[in-house]
């Protein structure tokens, strides 16, 4: 359990491999004591400025973010371990508990305000995602076993256990609309008022391995982001599927880099993509346009998330095995978690525009 | 004053603002730039050539990652990087280099109507970027969309295509040439699913090599998938090679898979080898430390996996109400082996509690009532003695359709006898 004290505000990191805008080139704050091993999700707290990030060191760790304009300061405030790396993190609605699960096949919940955690959830595999239904009361779990389980967590069995086609590789809620993402390109789209039955089961628009969802906000459509450095944008309603599209991003030259990870701005309705290729993008749909492209980073960013007003955007730089194991050196890996602050330039939607002014 | 990013629109043609433009104007800068980066061939910095030589260590007991390895230098997954700029690398233009009219796909569009089928912003179209009108994105648009494999010759190009242009760096996945389509190529391996089978390799003392080789080998075998569809795109209905982590603990080597959309694949080609590491399929019971058991459901068919039993808690409100016929009931039938230990704890955390009528008709809930109590009769074989086959004999036309409708999907694998 990390109990640390405040620390002042980090200066540019001094990183010790290459020039520190390598790992930093957008000169985004560096959260301390970052975990040692990659991050696998980042989770603002829906209530303060509280961040949960889970590794595959095992913990889940806390911080407590203060930002006074472009200037952010960070403290550890707590951690729980797991046995086995954790993939994936929930907060609950209220802002006091944290959920986490990953590859011990348990969901843990984390009170913070007692520091007491107990698990909640068991699969008969790694769980990969999940989210706090606060409509239903109920947590959701994904887990590469090929279900869904729903759980009250004052129960120890599952609400109710939802077959998959394939193992599942990421969700997204905003209730009552559910999107899950297996493999082999299913999607599965529940309407959470009848979550025991399929509202729709299609095939993603994108050829390649699904990596990651994000269901709009206004529960039309939703994002999916696959492996080929690539997003589709897609609307549920039969009526709108004019306005379906995907778009390239995440590419370099004649490397195509995945998309890692899709997060909504919880107020303008624009998103944010990051990439294996160290880099993240901020976009808006109904414009199509891209809004802000970051620099990017020395190391792919597996993880992204908005805080619960859009002032900042965390991320995560760390190696995310998109090249394998012969690539990981945990000798030198370093794992970083940044936080930027997200402008209104760079996030509220613009108008298509023909021509533009150059500033 | 060096300039960092070349400038997209002068790459196709046409830059409104000439030498005052603050993007990269030459294409000489672009072999200057790729000269500089040359020794960063490798973006991510890692994967170092000169790596320590490998050393392994498994003294490391504090720490919850115990493998310390050196790395090698890693050619296989690494691609050439060969700085090729494409024109319009997005599909639409970007807010940043300020698209002159002509040369954005969308730049130029006043119109804010959508019409069906008017998509410019995917793949089909922007290869051509530059040169292709609206009208002509729209008529290779229309085309992509209604893709039907009629003429091999026109599938394999497009496979072609995909693998040379649409190349993802990430090999271990699954592919179909049309976005409309299930896939052509399964057995989608995720990074996570591959980094947790090497952190337990390596927690079981697996030396890094024999991690390496067998990532390698996995990877060999999954282009080696792409290149014989290439050869014969149709060759995916015999021959679908389904996930290594498919839920046999047998591994076997390429055996005649199912089709393509069995949920639960029976057998699994040569990344057996994968399965078992995996561990995704029915684990062992779990030791059960925790104040509740991890309760089991037996497997319906040999390799199946087993969802937990869900009697429906008390407390989960209206919202799993019965909303007409489901074949629910299917799902969740007791197999005499866990009802002895599902009783007592059913009998003790979920009584029977006036909120179960809801779910009386279907819901398995009604298995908490006692094994006679039957529900509508889908299936009158929903006693803990009946032998878990006999559940899907009333309901085996399901099995049997071509089509199902939302709602209607069976959750469960299908018997062996429908089995493709």
Known sequence: MISGESNAAAPAPMSTFGSPANTNPNKSYEVVQPPSDGVSSLSF???????????????????????????????????????????CSAWKDDGTTVFSGGCDKQAKMWNLLSNQSMQVAAHDAAIKDMAWISEMSLL????????????????????????????????????????????????????????????????????????????????????????????????????????????????????????????????????????????????????????????????????????????????????DWSKGAENHNPATAKTYIYLHQALESEVKGKPRLVAQTRK | MM?????????????????????LHS??????????????????????????????????????????????????????????????????????????????????????????????????????????????????????????????????????????????????????????????????????ELRAVAYDEAKRGVNLQSIVERERSLLNSKLNEFQSLLHNPYSRREDPGPFPGAPSPVASTSTPPPAVRHPNPPSVSSFGQLGPSLNIGPAAPPNNVFPFQNPTQPVQTPV????????????????????????????????????????SMLSSSFPASPQFTNFAITQPSMLLNGPSHVGDGQEPALKPSESVQKVFSGDAAIWAKEKWNPGEIPEEAPPDEFIR
């Not at chain 1, 529940?190 to 729709?200: A, G, I, T, V, Y």
């Open chain 1, 45 to 87: 707290s829906p209530k303060a400025n509280h961040l949960i990030a889970t590794s595959w060191d095992n913990q889940v760790r806390c911080w407590e973010i203060m930002q006074s304009g472009a200037n952010f300061n960070s403290t550890p405030k707590a951690a729980i371990a797991h046995d086995n790396p954790v993939l």
């Open chain 2, 27 to 192: 294409t000489q800068q672009q072999q200057q730039q790729q000269q500089q980066q040359q020794p960063r061939a490798n973006p991510f910095g890692f994967g170092a050539q000169t790596g320590t030589p490998f050393q392994r260590t498994n003294t490391q007991q504090q720490k919850p990652n115990p493998f310390r390895f050196g790395t090698q230098a890693g050619a296989s997954f690494q691609q050439t990087n060969t700085q090729q700029q494409k024109p319009n690398p997005f599909g639409f233009g970007v807010q940043n280099s300020s698209p002159s009219t002509g040369a954005s796909n969308f730049g130029g569009q006043q119109t804010k109507i959508f019409k069906p089928f008017e998509n410019k912003w995917t793949r089909s179209s922007s290869a051509a970027g530059a040169s292709s009108t609206p009208s002509q994105q729209q008529a290779k648009q229309s085309q992509a969309a209604d893709h039907e494999c009629t003429d091999p010759e026109a599938c394999k190009h497009i496979i072609a295509k995909d693998l040379e242009q649409e190349k993802p760096l990430w090999k271990l996945t699954c592919y179909s040439h049309s976005k409309d389509l299930p896939c052509d190529i399964t057995g989608d391996v995720s990074y996570e």
């Open chain 2, 3 to 23: 300039k960092k990013e070349l400038c997209r629109n002068f790459l196709r043609g046409n830059c409104r603002y000439g030498d005052k433009c603050k993007f």
């Open chain 1, 140 to 319: 959701v779990t994904g887990s590469w076993d090929k279900t869904l389980r729903y759980w009250d967590t004052r129960q120890p069995n599952p609400v109710h256990v939802q077959q998959l086609p394939e193992r599942c590789y990421a969700l997204s809620v905003r209730y009552p609309l559910m999107v899950v993402g297996t493999a082999d390109r299913n999607l599965v789209i529940f309407n959470l008022q009848s979550p025991q039955k399929e509202f729709k089961r299609i095939v993603s628009p994108l050829k390649f391995q699904t990596r990651c969802i994000a269901a709009f906000p206004d529960q039309q459509g939703f994002l999916v982001g696959s492996i080929e450095g690539r997003v589709g944008v897609h609307h549920l309603d039969d009526a709108q599927q004019g306005k379906n599209f995907t778009f390239k991003c995440h590419r370099e030259g004649n490397e195509i880099y995945s998309v890692n990870s899709l997060n909504f701005h919880p107020v303008h309705g624009t998103f944010a993509t990051a990439g294996s290729d160290g880099a993240f993008n901020f976009w808006d749909k109904d414009s199509k346009q891209r809004l802000k492209a970051m620099t990017r980073c020395s190391q792919p960013i597996p993880c992204g998330t908005f805080n619960s007003d859009g002032s900042i955007y965390a991320y995560a730089i760390c190696y």
């Open chain 2, 304 to 343: 199946a996996i087993r969802p937990t039993t869900t009697p429906f808690a008390p407390s989960a409100s209206n919202f799993f109400s019965q909303t007409g016929g489901s074949p629910f009931g299917n799902s969740l039938s007791f197999n005499s082996n866990s009802s002895n230990n599902q009783s």
